[in-house]
């Protein structure tokens, strides 16, 4: 049950001491600089904290932790995910604040016509319990298990829950930088018909979505976060420099103000969807410009 709540929040859309401060001797840069794992030090840092850039959903022979990633768990002293998804509880109360207001529905936002495509959808590929779980919930949470059925395979995982398993056995911390009820709330700033519209179109078009994501993994796997974050955008639809702002650039600078006092003393993972991690308004980006040196590391 746990882990069916962290593969579906976290679509919302995320050594013991051995290492400490000798840790940047221990790792190679990583080649042009393309990485999702990157190593921050300097201005008042006692010791490196490290950036990880996540996928929410892949198939599960893709959620692997690279050799240097792994030591990176093992020498952590806490591990950040956007939301703490060891608590149960929050889980639980995150789906809560999913919820439509108003007592609205899912068919209340669609035509019968309109509302059956979606049905036959979820029936087809199985989910169809799942969509009356769910008919209170808002459209955008709903489009997670559409994504999950546009992979290319039958068991799927998340990067974050990767980093879990072996920081359960490491006996990490886990911690969250926000919880899932503000990023429930963050939905409640488009509109539901907007959402419910998008929803719709991803499975009316589903050949072109799934083409979509098959880059986007692409991508990830070159681990180019520039360019991840720009092609997310480009096939995001609809009002992108809003949904960017709301959903992104809001979020990154928040995080990038609580760097300093989360990472006083401590050596940190902060594993947080790739792309947070590009642009000028990214996090590493806006480490930089807060005075932090940051490089990337082989991954």
């Known amino acids: 049950m746990k882990q069916k709540l962290i ?16 840790t940047k001797a221990q790792y190679e840069t990583a ?10 030090t300097g201005k008042d840092l006692k010791k490196p904290s490290y950036i990880f850039g996540t996928m929410h959903l892949l198939c599960a022979n893709d959620a692997k932790l690279s050799t240097n990633l792994q030591a990176v768990i093992t020498a952590a002293d806490e591990i950040y995910f956007e939301i703490d998804m060891d608590d149960f509880g929050q889980l639980m109360s995150g789906l809560a604040a999913g919820t439509m207001k108003h007592d609205t529905t899912l068919p209340q936002l669609y035509t019968p016509d309109e509302y059956e495509r979606i049905k036959t959808f979820f029936d087809k590929h199985g989910m169809g319990m799942q969509l009356q779980l769910l008919g209170k919930m808002q459209p955008m949470l709903v489009s997670a298990l559409v994504y999950q059925a546009m992979l290319p395979c039958a068991q799927s995982d998340g990067m974050e829950l ?21 990023q429930a709330s963050i939905m409640e700033n488009i509109p539901y018909e907007k959402q419910a519209k998008e929803l719709l179109q991803s499975i009316d078009s589903i050949e072109t979505a799934a083409k979509e994501t098959a880059e986007m993994i692409r991508l990830y796997k070159e681990q180019d976060v520039d360019k991840l974050l720009e092609f997310s955008l480009k096939t995001d639809g609809g009002s992108t420099s809003e949904i960017q702002d709301v959903m992104i650039d809001s979020r990154n600078k928040n995080w990038a103000g609580k760097f300093a006092a989360i990472t006083k003393d401590k050596q940190l993972l902060i594993a947080v969807g790739a792309g947070h991690l590009g642009g000028t308004n990214g996090l590493l980006n806006l480490l930089k410009e807060m005075g932090y040196q940051v490089r990337a590391i082989q991954n």
Do not use: N
């Open 31 to 40: 080649a042009g600089s393309k990485s999702l794992l990157w190593e921050v």
């Open 162 to 182: 990767s980093i879990m398993q072996l920081a359960h056995t490491k006996k990490k911390e886990i911690k969250g930088l926000e919880t899932v009820a503000f």
């Open 7 to 22: 593969k579906y929040t976290s679509l919302l859309l995320s050594l013991t001491g051995l290492f400490s401060c000798q």
